[in-house]
Nanobody
Framework: QVQLAESGGGLVQPGGSLRLSCAAS????????VGWYRQAPGKERELVAG???????TYTDSVKGRFTISRDNAKNTVYLQMNSLKPEDTAVYRC??????????????WGQGTQVTVSS
């Protein structure tokens, strides 16, 4: 069982920065992957950034060069550093993790989400 909790969202002006955190609690045999997703009203949820247990990363084209996903294993936390924010980045951001428990079952957890608003 793994529970995720996001934090760090808020209201910023265009060009500003935010760092989102996704803190994990519970236990898992292994983590297969972690991703940050976002969804704006009337739009489908999209993967913003993610990485596998091996450390490879992926980003959606619209955030490349501006966003960086990272993690601190000692704190069981994944981060999303967001720089040069644009109004179109406004959305609810959620983290998700795929993980294996001891019996071999693959599970997925979602955080509750944190609001990011980029506006003048």
């Amino acid at each position: 069982q793994v529970q995720l909790a996001e934090s760090g969202g808020g209201l910023v002006q265009p060009g500003g920065s935010l760092r989102l955190s996704c803190a994990a609690s519970g236990s898992a045999f292994s983590i297969n992957g972690v991703g940050w997703y976002r969804q704006a009203p009337g739009k489908e949820r999209e993967l913003v950034a993610g990485f596998s247990s091996g450390g490879s990363t992926t980003y959606t084209d619209s955030v490349k060069g501006r966003f960086t996903i990272s993690r601190d294993n000692a704190k069981n936390t994944v981060y999303l550093q967001m720089n040069s924010l644009k109004p179109e980045d406004t959305a609810v951001y959620r983290c998700s993790a795929w993980y294996l428990v001891v019996n071999g079952t693959l599970l997925r957890s979602w955080g509750q989400g944190t609001q990011v608003t980029v506006s003048s």
